[in-house]
């Protein structure tokens, strides 16, 4: 199941029926048959009820959605799925409105899993770019050329501030 190319939604759904099997999916693209725990790579892992695992060393719980895009979802993997096939189909894009449609969530649901889909594709597309203002005000007021005086040479704090406005 793991190198299949899915020709729709349905051939998805089919493939993926409930939650166990998307789970049970997901075990195998993560772990092949070793599971690792997340939190302490060589600690034993112990196998829990309800498809979760226990770390040993930690203590901590954790499933194959642990650390993943999945994480802390309520949204059911087969929704993740489709959504993933769709965002990766799409040479233009879609918008959080159209995926809402498509999975029949809401609008909300549907940008919180584009969010996610795109972080997972490409993790450097959703990182913030520096605003240029501070920047530009630095440049302005050209700190470099104030220099580092005696304590009582130092100019008060306000007239320094006046310094950064011009």
């Known amino acids: 199941m793991i190198n299949v190319d899915f020709h ?7 493939a993926f029926p409930d939650e166990v ?8 693209l993560r772990w092949d048959g070793f599971v690792t725990s997340p939190f302490d790579a060589i600690s034993t892992v112990y196998h829990c009820s309800n498809n979760r695992f226990r770390c040993k060393n930690t203590g901590k719980y954790f499933n194959a959605k642990t650390g993943t895009i ?10 993740w799925f489709i ?8 040479t233009r894009g879609i918008t959080s409105v159209e995926l809402a449609e498509e999975l029949q969530l809401t609008q909300k649901s549907a940008w919180f899993m584009l969010q996610r889909i795109k972080k997972g594709l490409n993790p450097e597309s959703l990182k913030k770019k520096p605003k240029n203002r501070l920047k530009k005000k630095m440049e302005a007021a050209d700190i470099s050329k104030i220099a580092v005086a005696p304590d009582s040479d130092r100019l008060q704090m306000h007239q320094w501030l006046e310094l950064l406005k011009k």
């Open 8 to 14: 729709s939604k349905d051939a998805i759904i089919n």
């Open 21 to 28: 099997a998307c789970l049970a999916h997901l075990e195998q």
């Open 70 to 79: 999945f994480h802390n979802s309520k949204i059911e993997l087969q929704k």
């Open 83 to 90: 959504a993933i096939w769709i965002v990766s189909r799409r």
